[in-house]
């Protein structure tokens, strides 16, 4: 469609916005498809009150009571499923380590090591993660953690489709991150590791619509002497993501797509230098996200447009829920250069769904942290 304005308008988005006003973007396909700029007299997110369904949530794992090695639910839909996990350190004192591998049916699952380091045994071999690794388990293969010390996940279950390298355009093959930084399994170090340990992997639990099923073998399930092919288990570090940036102009969130799959994606926002024109907007423009739900999984850092938030807190804000910078975040604006911020985003297609379990832990009063104190 044909671009069109009224009134006094700035020529570029995110940029010169007259002293006194706010800006607002109104997008569709998660800022990929038509988009304009509202620029208003006062800022989107000045209610006084909400009812009805259509609020932000805010939900803090630290309070939530997590069974050793158990998913948990936190949100979810046909598409994708979010969990998160707590496991204590492996204990490989015995003379004889007799484990068990998980095979997951139900889809792709990548997990993020929010704290915590380890290997995973797999069939196509070792692979090692510590705090900050993805790690892209595909469907079906099995798998075994070894963790080196107390590990929480948060685990991304792509429930229609495989995870895909995002669409990069313009900016080449090598943008964000290099192929090359992958981490992959090796059968040699597999090999080693298993006999210093003297590991056996006896028993393989599958994940299947909805119930477990556990196989046993006589001998090591782990039994791979070669493999080829481009269908295996692998890591990313976030240390070995290079963040898109416009030291002009404040980019969207789609700059910062790690994973793409079907009815959602998964970006991370690292640190990075804050834009440096003196007419830039220096902080996440206010917004509705048409399409999306957004959900941030805060894992590391000064999450300096937000306000009250720590580590290892979740936001939900749904698809039509206007949103933006905290008033506090918005008047500081420019007294940093640098933000040093860790976050995983998951923004989905389809409405999600808030487990009954995760709701015992949101702060219910999170909708009133963008009114002035």
């Avoid at 056996?200 to 477990?212: E, H, K, P, Y």
């Avoid at 070669?226 to 993501?241: A, I």
């Avoid at 700059?255 to 907007?281: K, Q, S, W």
């Avoid at 769904?353 to 949101?362: A, P, Y």
């Amino acid at each position: 469609m044909h671009q069109y304005s009224q009134g006094k308008n700035h020529t570029q988005g995110h940029k010169a916005i007259p002293e006194g006003q706010f800006e607002e973007e109104h997008g569709r396909k998660g800022f990929f498809g038509p988009v304009s700029h509202l620029l208003k007299a006062k800022a989107p997110t000045r209610w006084t009150n909400i009812e009805g369904p259509l609020k932000p949530h805010l939900f803090d794992l630290v309070n939530m009571k997590h069974q050793p090695c158990a998913w948990h639910r936190l949100l979810y839909n046909e598409d994708v499923v979010i969990y998160s996990t707590w496991n204590e350190t492996t204990d490989l004192s015995a003379k004889e380590n007799k484990l068990s591998a998980l095979r997951n049916v139900e889809g792709e699952t990548l997990y993020f090591c929010h704290t915590g380091s380890g290997k995973i045994l797999t069939e196509y071999g070792l692979l090692k993660f510590k705090t900050g690794s993805y790690i892209n388990i595909p469907k079906s293969l099995q798998h075994t953690f070894i963790y080196e010390e107390k590990t929480q996940f948060l685990i991304i279950e792509s429930k229609t489709g495989l995870y895909r390298e995002p669409d990069r355009g313009m900016v080449g093959r090598n943008a964000f991150y290099d192929l090359a930084a992958l981490g992959k399994p090796n059968l040699e170090d597999q090999d080693k590791f298993k006999k210093e340990n003297n590991l056996s992997c006896l028993q393989i639990l599958v994940r299947s619509n909805g119930a477990t099923t556990a196989f046993s073998y006589d001998d090591c399930v782990y039994d791979t002497v070669s493999w080829k092919g481009d269908y295996f288990p692998f890591t990313l570090h976030v240390d070995d993501m290079m963040p898109m940036m416009s030291h002009r102009v404040h980019l969207p969130p789609s700059a910062h797509t790690t994973f793409a799959a079907n009815g959602f994606v998964v970006c991370t926002f690292l640190p990075r230098l804050i834009e440096t024109d003196a007419d830039a907007l220096k902080v996440p423009f206010f917004h509705q996200n048409i399409d999306y739900d957004e959900v941030l999984f805060y894992h590391a850092g000064n999450f300096f447009s937000r306000d009250n938030l720590h580590s290892n807190m979740i936001s939900l804000h749904p698809a039509g829920f206007p949103h933006g910078p905290h008033p506090k975040a918005f008047a500081a604006q420019g007294t940093k250069t640098f933000t040093d911020e860790v976050a995983v985003m998951i923004d989905s297609v389809k409405p999600l769904k808030i487990d009954t379990g995760f709701e015992d832990v949101e702060l219910k009063d999170y909708w009133k942290s963008w009114q002035k104190k």
